[in-house]
């Protein structure tokens, strides 16, 4: 995969535009804890922040699959970096809530989608390389493990940073680190993939309008309230049995696990089709989550996080297998980008509503918030599979000897009728396969 042509020149700014993503929400909370002094209002300004990241991201997506990624990079990580700037000069001068919440929603909403468009390039470099799918797999499997990586390096640097020096310079090196690194990024222009501008009189649709998008974007959705829940949840269990400072630890192992899990899976040559995996790694991150709130130790709940973090990544790799496959070329970035923002909405949803059980019920009440996500988005992985299943190429008729009639398509001796395809043999119709003799007879005439 690393020797694909141009891969080494955008991975590297890639990550040190990606690593400020996991950075914001704690710099937040801690900014606005110092100033303010609050819980809820340190989470409430970095819960706009990820609402507006998770909704606005797809539509910097679509933009960036039309003008190009560079065009859309470059005003992003300014904006960013305007607005990071004012929040931190609101909280700083003590200012309401109510003008955090105004800054805090442009400085998520600007937070540049450089993970969709890694794997926008992957596919487009990968493609016209003529690779094989493993090759892409892997490449998605190594963005994957890198997600994973900065989401747990990335709280840890803005802690490290924010604690050592004061609460403001940890969002300082959150937007110094999207300027450099976005720019850097958007500057390898030679590996960017093709626009796709808008043609007059073409109506072009959301990558949101693919029903298969919708599903594994809800289904991104629950992963997303795992990791939230996972994080003030861990935090709680630790500090409720006297050890803090196990918190990193344990929330480490279940991250650490997800990212083996991730290289592991990058490096099978998979022959079972990717809506069986999704399904397989997606019921095994719903029992592993079953059974978290039952922990009676900090070494049960380590374990446990351990089994949940082995079905994140495979799920999340699988995934966005699969929407490349449900979208067009000129929809696949706002695609990625639909289902990196689902889990920024899921993991500040799951972050809240565990924390107000918590609140409430205690530590163990927090683990509940995983497993209902999770199994929310089983249940409609189960239902709505067909959705998964990539749309078949137009039909054409192919004339080479023989002439197709009305709803006929002959093509290298297959017959359809009544808009079904016939190949190798057999007949699919409506989503089905049967046996195709009876649906050849006539087939001379044809």
């Known amino acids: 995969m690393l020797r694909t042509p141009g891969a080494r020149t955008f991975l590297v700014p890639a990550f040190a535009a990606r690593l400020p993503y996991a950075m914001l929400s ?26 507006a990241q998770a909704l606005i991201g797809p539509q910097t997506g679509r ?30 001068g003590h200012a309401p809530v109510w003008a955090l919440l105004l800054a805090a929603a442009p400085a998520g909403a600007s937070v540049p989608q450089v993970g969709a468009m890694v794997r926008a390039r992957w596919v487009a470099k990968l493609s016209s390389e003529g690779a094989s799918t493993p090759v892409l797999n892997t490449a998605f499997a190594f963005e994957s493990v890198t997600d994973e990586f900065t989401f747990v390096i990335g709280p840890v640097l803005a802690g490290a940073i924010a604690t050592s020096l004061n609460p403001s310079t940890g969002l300082i090196a959150e937007a110094a680190l999207t300027v450099v690194g976005g720019l850097a990024f958007a500057a390898q222009r030679r590996t960017a993939p093709a626009r796709h ?8 649709a959301s990558a949101l309008a693919s029903p298969g998008v919708r599903l594994l974007a809800g289904a991104f959705l629950g992963v997303g309230t795992v990791f939230g829940a996972m994080q003030v949840s861990v935090t709680a269990f630790t500090e409720s049995v006297g050890q803090p400072g196990a918190n990193g630890a344990v929330y480490g192992i279940f991250a650490g696990g997800s ?21 397989a790694s997606y019921a095994l991150l719903v029992l592993g989550c079953s059974t978290l709130w039952a922990m009676p ?11 949940c973090g082995l079905a994140i990544a495979p799920t999340l790799i699988t995934g966005y297998t699969l929407v490349e496959t449900l979208v067009a070329d000129g929809a696949k970035t706002e695609a990625f980008t639909w289902l990196t923002g689902a889990i920024g909405l899921g993991l500040a949803t799951g ?7 918590i609140d409430g019920h205690g530590p163990s009440a927090g683990f509940l918030v995983p497993v209902a996500g999770a199994g929310l988005g089983l249940i409609a992985l189960v ?4 959705f998964l299943i990539a749309p078949s190429a137009p039909s054409r008729t192919v004339a080479s000897g023989a002439a197709g009639t009305s709803g006929v398509v002959v093509a290298g001796g297959a017959v359809a009728t009544g808009g079904s395809t016939v190949t190798g043999g057999s007949v699919v119709a409506g989503g089905s396969e049967r046996d195709a003799a009876p649906q050849l007879v006539g087939a001379a005439k044809a």
């Open 26 to 51: 704690l710099g937040i909370v801690l900014l606005v804890l110092d100033t303010h002094g609050s819980y809820g209002t340190a989470g409430t300004v970095a819960a706009v922040s990820a609402v």
């Open 259 to 279: 990212m083996l899990a991730g290289v592991l899976y990058g490096m099978v040559a998979w022959r079972q089709a990717a809506r069986h995996r999704l399904l």
């Open 297 to 307: 130790n900090l070494v049960a709940l380590a374990i446990a996080g351990l089994v």
């Open 63 to 92: 933009l960036a699959d039309r003008y190009g990624q560079a065009a859309v990079l470059v005003p992003s990580v300014l904006v960013h970096a305007v607005s990071v700037g004012a929040l931190i000069a609101l909280a700083l």
């Open 351 to 357: 972050s809240t509503v565990a924390g107000q059980l």
């Open 197 to 204: 501008p808008h043609q007059p009189g073409v109506r072009r």
């Open 383 to 386: 239902a709505l599979r067909r």
